[in-house]
């Protein structure tokens, strides 16, 4: 049987033809430690999701009842997702490095009526932030004490016959509520609609497709948390659409570039964190100076540029994109002079990350490129950016208030991104409107352009820059990852002092004079999700850093040095 989605047809309906068409086809391939992975076929694939779909029919949920995951990303998580909707459920996926307290409050926000319990690090750490009497089943890669506590995935899908038929969940039926990842405060619940990642899917799949060309096997490593929306328009909703890629997961944080090795992908999701982190490995094998020089000969360039490539695992990626948080154009034509085809795209949480793209023509560093197919784009007077795109959500659960302020009259989203547009629709996006603040000279300071800035010197793995009622702005950078070890040596110390001393200079002379830095100062400890100043997207917590430095500010702006150690 050859069968074929019908036309107008939502994202269960592209499973089900995939699941005829290419049953036998590798769709998941999951690694499963020392090396060894297990692949999941279509048919396979579908017959599990079948199989514990009709096992949570069995228990009585009500059609829309919220199924949690709580997992880091593996091929289950994609099972499970499905078996939630041919169930007639929706999908509530939690950050895997979520704590309890936050854990407790999105199930119990949500009202969630079960938990899968999937790959973590972490579980003894969350249990407690399950509710008393939840349903919980574990999943294959599911932490050995979750596995003794609960039912498994394997014990239920061997005793239970297999959903038949093709289950039709409606375009305006809920299909998952993505908890945002709360930078700002307590997260919120977006309701997203099948109609909505339907939207998604198929965008991001054919646009996709029209960056690798029509003969390339789409081939993509998951390892950005699913939880977010990136990560699951991006990938899993486009290759549930498509029907035609091949999902890598990745096994381990130590096992990532051998992961990437095996998936050789051609489509490369990332954020600019990573990207950075890469950068700092190569320049600390290779000094920039030496690598620029064989960059620039044309023909040793070209095989040097694969070399460094293929040492990271991107040898035949034909599309990289990063989202998420601001790249520096700097890092773009960096990986651009390697030969990367590495592009900024931009969206959010509320449009499933259905919002603009770089490509082509249309891909100058420090612009997020144009509205994808669909997407309808304005500003408003005072800048901010208004997004009407086809995978909208249909607003916050429970907060009909937050839902009506958040849309324009005319259905366009209010980002609270502030935004230029060019005349051709390329949009570059200048700040966020909840992150300006005022120094005590009454003038308003934009950080993220700063931090753009400082965020391109190979010595610095991000920054955050501040100021709130300051006489003047001051940054604080965390250093990269190869120097922060050495950071006592003083020998380390005079070059770091040395080279920030520089790049003080270098920024305050790009910017207002009522945005200049009074100093730079180096941060005692990483900022990671762990110690809670980033969030499970790597963006930065600016109020949590804040309140963690406030004790120190005072003696910072009265220390003399331009460069001051935290």
């Known amino acids: 049987m050859n069968a074929k989605a019908p036309q107008n047809a939502l994202i269960l309906d592209h499973v089900y033809a995939h699941e005829s068409r290419h049953a036998g086809t590798v769709f998941l391939t999951q690694p499963t430690g020392g090396g060894q992975v297990v692949d999941l076929t279509w048919a396979q694939t579908m017959d599990q999701a079948r199989r514990l779909a009709a096992h949570l029919q069995g228990r009585g949920l009500p059609r829309g009842a919220r199924v949690a995951i709580l997992s880091k990303n593996c091929a289950h998580f994609f099972v499970a ?38 790959k973590l690090d972490i579980w003894d750490h969350q249990k407690p932030g399950v509710p008393a009497g939840l349903p919980c089943i574990a999943l294959p890669l599911a932490p050995q004490s979750a596995r003794k506590d609960f039912e498994t995935w394997e014990a239920i899908a061997a005793r239970t016959q297999p959903l038949s038929g093709q289950p039709a969940r409606g375009g305006d039926e809920l299909a998952m509520m993505i908890y945002t990842s709360g930078s700002t405060g307590t997260p919120k619940g977006v309701m997203q609609s099948f109609k909505a990642v339907s939207a998604a899917g198929k965008g991001f799949s054919e646009f996709i497709r029209k960056q690798i060309g029509p003969g390339t096997q789409a081939r993509v490593l998951s390892y950005l948390p ?143 490129g144009m509205p994808m197919v669909g997407v309808e784009v304005k500003l408003a007077e005072d800048g901010e950016v208004l997004i009407k795109s086809p995978a909208a959500c249909d607003g916050y659960y429970k907060q009909p208030e937050l839902t009506q302020e958040s849309f324009t009259a005319d259905g366009f989203f209010r980002t609270g991104d502030l935004g230029e547009r060019r005349p051709n629709g390329m949009l570059k996006i200048t700040g966020r409107a909840k992150e300006l603040f005022k120094t005590a000279k009454g003038k308003y300071v934009a950080p993220a352009p700063i931090e753009n800035l400082i965020n391109a010197h190979p010595m610095v793995e991000m920054s955050m820059v501040s100021g709130v009622g300051q006489v003047s702005a001051y940054a604080i950078v965390v250093l990269a990852e190869n120097l922060r070890p050495r950071q006592s040596d003083p020998a380390v110390r005079a070059q770091v002092e040395s080279e920030l001393n520089t790049l003080l200079k270098e ?60």
């Open 81 to 118: 997702e499905l078996a939630i909707w041919m169930s007639g459920c929706a999908t509530v996926a939690i950050f895997p490095t979520e704590t309890a307290e936050t854990i407790r409050f999105v199930l119990e926000h949500s009202e969630a009526s079960l938990l899968f319990v999937g």
């Open 226 to 368: 699913l939880a977010h929306s990136f990560e699951r328009s991006c990938v899993e909703m486009a290759a549930l659409w498509a029907g035609d890629t091949h999902v890598f997961f990745a096994d381990a944080l130590e096992t990532f570039v051998q992961d990437l090795q095996r998936a050789q992908p051609t489509i490369f999701m990332s954020v600019p964190r990573l990207y950075a982190k890469f950068q700092q490995g190569v320049l600390a094998k290779m000094p920039a100076h030496k690598l620029d020089r064989l960059l620039a000969l044309p023909i040793i360039g070209k095989i040097v540029g694969r070399k460094v490539r293929k040492g990271l695992g991107l040898e035949h990626v034909l599309y990289a994109a990063s989202g998420s948080a601001p790249l520096t154009p700097e890092i773009i034509r960096w990986y651009r002079r390697l030969g990367l085809k590495l592009y900024e795209g931009y969206g959010m949480t509320e449009d499933n990350s259905y919002s603009h793209a770089s490509y082509g023509e249309y891909s100058e560093p420090g612009y997020v």
């Open 507 to 566: 920024v305050n002379a790009q910017v207002p004079d009522y945005e200049q830095l009074r100093m730079i100062v180096v941060a005692h400890e990483a900022w990671s999700i762990e110690n809670g100043l980033l969030t499970p997207t790597m963006k930065i917590r600016r109020a949590r850093i804040e309140k963690a430095v406030g004790g120190e500010i005072a003696q910072w702006f009265a220390a003399r040095g331009a460069v001051i150690w935290s």
